[in-house]
């Protein structure tokens, strides 16, 4: 199985553009042959890489076949929309459920949306949830704060041992996995 994703960060400006980007790219280097048929039939034509090319190049039409056709069954993974200027998230999304509903005949294509639940997104796909699901992780917040505070000490107390010359003390290990629980819940503490 065909799996393309990409993992959104603030630190860069991800746009619709630059994730079909991404998975045209991921897509060529999965299926190779796929190389030539893409240049003839859209960069030849369509010099500039524009969404909507990016699109076609993806789903395809009915006479042109795109690359996800061609790998079936695929699955996208997007994480960390939330991270996105807001500006962005509704169309990433829009374009996201548009390649997944252009696949929907053959159903070859499936589309995984991980994100912290935030009212623009949640309208985007809150429409869609009927056709597929939604699992809200934040019903399950004190379970996951623990389960990502047990692996941080058992990380970090591996490296105390390993590290001795760190001097990793039981009480920095124990500060060190607080801070990130909060940042893995998107909090982002400072000081001074």
Known sequence: MTTVYYFCS???????????????LQLVNANPDMA???????????????????KLMLSGTTEKPGLLSGVSPCRIIIDGIDECGSQEQKPILQDLLQLVSASAPSNN?????????????????KNKARAGGTVLLSEEKDSINQTIHRLARS???????????????DELVSELCKLIVEKADGKCPVHS
């Not at 603030?10 to 045209?24: G, N, P």
């Not at 893409?38 to 990016?54: G, M």
């Not at 990380?155 to 003390?169: F, V």
């Open 10 to 24: 603030h630190l860069q400006a991800d746009t619709s553009s630059r994730i079909l980007k991404s998975f045209v």
């Open 36 to 54: 030539a048929v893409i240049h003839t039939d859209y960069v030849q034509i369509h010099r500039e890489p524009s969404v909507k090319v990016l």
């Open 109 to 125: 294509c499936k589309l995984l949306v991980c994100s912290r639940d935030l009212p623009e997104i949640s309208r985007v796909l």
């Open 155 to 169: 990380r970090l107390s591996e490296l105390a041992s390993e590290r001795e010359t760190w001097q990793l003390t």
